[in-house]
């Protein structure tokens, strides 16, 4: 800091000089707190050509945009706003900032960042005299016209009176260009860059939100609340926005100092990808939508029914002998396969009801002809005794046809069941109210 | 006859999500609006607008629950050395067999899923059947971009002169038989299309700043109070007309920021470095507010799908913009 340029009659003196222990004072010794440290202050030994090399040094490396903070490793440029910059629309950007900040008169401009960084005029100090001590350990005295000097040109800038530019030319290949179409059919090259007063908001704004809801979960852990108070908490809580925040974005690479004062705020960004995505479910729901309900009989309940006509069948049989203890035996097996479609179908109307804004009314599977097949599943009122008999017969069907693999001569393994099987499986499912 | 061109489905890998410091937006805008530009650059044919259609983006990150906030923290994947790479990029010194490490500059990349309409001027030269598609594949197969994302897949083009909610075109409705999709529809099978929101920020009395107006929009919850609505006014109707009611005010609204155009922040100049020995200026990105809304929901409405093609304009000598037919902007 200011201890390069401390020469000769350096003198120093502390800010919080009350604050510090008498010899009265009986307390044991504590260290000093972080903000109680204080301040080195040093004289140079010219004031007014001092001041005036800051004034030069202002002008020269402090902008509202710079290119370092997209890419460190380029040449350092930037742009400093104008008045005429001064923009009137909704939108968000240092410029319509500006416009916003000029409308109230309150003498508050944009801030300024280095585009270079000098040690012998480090930010610190400029940020000491513009009121924050916060971080400063030393800091080079001026007499209170020469610092007046200095801080009226920061502020004349900020607000945007002594518009500037500083672009390499040629313009550094790590700078990157967009092309923008001109009403001639003519183009323009530009060089987008963040403004750091924008970032600087949204970074302050998050932080007071992070602040809110700590704040908040603090009181919550307090044992002396009523039930009511936490509750009402709790609400508090739950209105107030979420957001997320990338927790380290490498600007300047490890050190955002390296680029700028104000290189920080850009951080941590604010995500906002609360949008749609597609989903499995969605998709599911959509796929439903059009094809109807494509069922499906779970190969481990398949398993345990053909382990069951194994035991219906006598040695080397391939048909079993049926009689009324075993087709009441057949019925739990039957009833599980049975559940596993009503499981199904409970699922695609809870799918259904679930996206039921995103897809098209009426559902585009009632065109189709086993349309009111798929609608009477969905909704359990529409069910008729001749749905009931054709849907038995689907599902015995299905058993019929389940292949459990393929045998050596390239044939579909089934689990052997004739027409009659399927009369009989259709059967047990309607008079005992399978489905 | 204006026509139409449908681009669906491209898939989209490592697009850029950076647009504007501070903020990572999973809505390229603007960048499908410079795509129009790069198509009539490469094939002649004007493009007058174009519709970008969101179907879906992740942001290539990981994310975890902050202990002590509730909200999210997102470790970004990063990428080294993201366009130019030679030994000034390299933040540490080579030793023995390595390089050194290499410098990580600011940035964020998302997967995507969209379809773009291009909305092409009419009366252009009558090209032969089918042309255009084939220049439309042509542009794409050669390596095109979306938003600095490699196009990774896309779906056959198509040309029509149809698009919903535009008068005069739709046919007539038989009562009691669902309206048939149009080309459209049948072409990007739903997604959402974008509805600029941003003169909802132009509130010169509110006691909130702009960037915080912008926030609350972009992240604010849905009102609950409206929710429910009073009881009375569902009395005399019946159960269907209840449930739509209480769907249509606990719509979720998905809001996002965007670019939306750029503002220049110094004088246009001759530069030996600039792209195609264009004048050159600096710029910063000008954030708006994007409402995405279901294509579907849109037709209920009877939106007019001509009023969401994005255009560029320079509403003044050094502002760049892109604006909807219905929400035109004055300095």
């Known amino acids: 800091m200011s201890r390069d340029n401390a020469q000769g009659n350096s003198q120093q003196a502390s800010l919080f000089a009350n604050d510090q222990k008498t010899a ?61 910059h001064a923009l009137k629309l909704p939108h968000l950007s240092g410029r319509t900032l500006l416009a916003d900040r000029l409308s109230t008169g309150s003498g508050e401009g944009i801030e300024l960042d280095y585009i270079k960084q000098d040690t012998t005029k480090p930010v610190g100090v400029l940020r000491y005299w513009l009121g924050d001590t916060a971080g400063v350990k030393s800091a080079v005295e001026l007499p209170v016209r020469e610092r007046q000097q200095v801080v009226d040109l920061y502020q004349a800038m900020s607000r945007g009176e002594l518009p500037d530019a500083q672009v390499p030319n040629p313009l550094p290949i790590r700078v990157k260009q967009l092309l923008l179409p001109r009403e001639n059919g003519e183009f323009v090259s530009v060089t987008p860059l963040p403004s750091l007063q924008v970032a600087s908001d949204i970074s302050h704004y998050c932080r007071e939100l992070s602040n809110t809801k700590f704040d908040i979960r603090k009181q919550l852990k307090d044992t002396k609340r009523t039930n009511e108070e936490k509750s009402e908490l709790l609400q508090k809580l739950e209105d107030l926005p979420r957001f997320g925040m990338v927790k380290k974005l490498p600007v300047g690479g490890a050190k955002p100092n390296n680029v700028g004062s104000k290189a920080f705020v850009l951080t941590r960004p604010v995500v906002f990808d609360n949008l749609p995505q597609s989903s499995k479910e969605q998709r599911a729901a959509f796929g439903i939508a059009y094809n109807g309900v494509r ?79 798929f609608e009477a599943w969905l909704n359990p009122a529409l069910r008729s005794p001749n749905w009931l008999k054709k849907e038995a017969r689907t599902l015995a069907k299905a058993l019929q046809n389940y292949s459990l693999g393929i045998n050596e001569q390239g044939q579909n393994l089934t689990l052997g069941l004739d027409d009659t099987d399927t009369g009989r499986i259709a059967h047990s499912i309607i008079t005992w109210g399978l489905l | 006859m204006t026509k139409y061109l449908i681009l669906p489905h491209l898939e989209v890998s490592r697009a850029n999500a950076l647009a504007a410091g501070g903020i990572i937006s999973l809505v390229p805008a603007m960048a499908a609006s410079l795509m129009g530009t790069a198509f009539s650059l490469r094939t002649g044919i004007i493009v007058e607008g174009v519709m970008l259609i969101h179907h879906s983006a992740e942001l290539l990150a990981d994310k975890h629950l902050d202990k002590y906030s509730t909200d999210q923290d997102y470790w970004l994947l ?114 959402f299309v974008l509805t600029d929101d941003t003169h909802t920020l132009n509130e010169p009395d509110s006691t909130k700043g702009r960037t915080e107006r912008l926030l609350l929009a972009a992240l604010g919850r849905p009102d609950k109070s409206t929710h429910q609505g009073p009881k009375s006014e569902f009395d005399s109707e019946s159960e269907s007309e209840i449930k739509t009611k209480i769907a249509e005010t606990s719509r979720h609204r998905w809001v996002s920021p965007a670019v939306l155009g750029y503002g220049l922040v110094s004088p246009l100049s001759e530069n030996q470095g600039s792209r195609e020995n264009c004048l050159h200026a600096l710029c910063e990105p000008l954030i708006g507010l994007v409402e995405l809304q279901s294509i579907r929901q849109a037709i209920k409405k009877k939106i007019n799908f001509n009023d969401l093609f994005w255009s560029p304009t320079w509403i003044t000598d050094d502002t760049f913009l892109i604006t909807q037919p219905n929400h035109c902007y004055e300095v």
Do not use: C
């Not at chain 1, 307390?27 to 010219?46: M, R």
């Not at chain 1, 090399?53 to 370092?68: T, V």
């Open chain 1, 24 to 84: 009265t004072d009986n307390s044991p010794a504590k260290a000093p707190k972080v903000k109680d440290v204080p301040i080195e202050l040093t004289q140079p030994d010219n004031p007014a050509e001092f001041a005036h090399e800051w004034m030069r040094h202002l002008q020269a490396l402090y902008f509202h945009y710079s290119f370092k903070v997209v890419n460190s490793k380029a040449k350092e440029g930037g742009a400093r706003l104008g008045k005429a």
């Open chain 1, 295 to 373: 069922f499906y009989i779970p190969k481990v309940l398949v398993q345990h029914y053909e382990a069951f006509l194994e035991k219906t069948r006598g040695t080397g049989e391939r048909t079993s002998i049926w009689g009324a203890k075993n087709v009441e035996a057949e019925i739990p097996y039957l009833k599980v396969i049975a559940g596993s479609w009503i499981n199904q179908a409970g699922r695609a109307r809870k799918l259904i009801e679930q996206h039921a804004s995103e897809l098209p009314t009426p559902l585009p599977f009632t065109d189709k002809t086993d349309g009111s097949r």
């Open chain 2, 78 to 191: 990063s990428m080294k050395g993201a366009t130019l790479f030679d030994g000034i990029d390299a933040a540490g010194k080579p030793t023995g067999n390595t390089l050194g490490s290499n410098a990580s500059q600011p940035n964020a990349h998302m997967n995507g899923h969209w379809s773009i309409v291009f909305k092409l001027a009419p009366n252009q030269a009558e090209t032969p059947d089918g042309i255009i598609e084939r220049d439309a594949a042509t542009f794409l197969l050669h390596g095109a971009r979306l938003a600095g994302g490699q196009i990774v897949d896309y779906g056959a083009p198509v040309v029509t002169d149809e698009m919903p909610g535009i008068m005069g075109q739709s046919t007539p409705v038989e009562e009691g038989k669902p309206i048939a999709p149009s080309v459209l529809e049948k072409t990007v099978h739903g997604g």
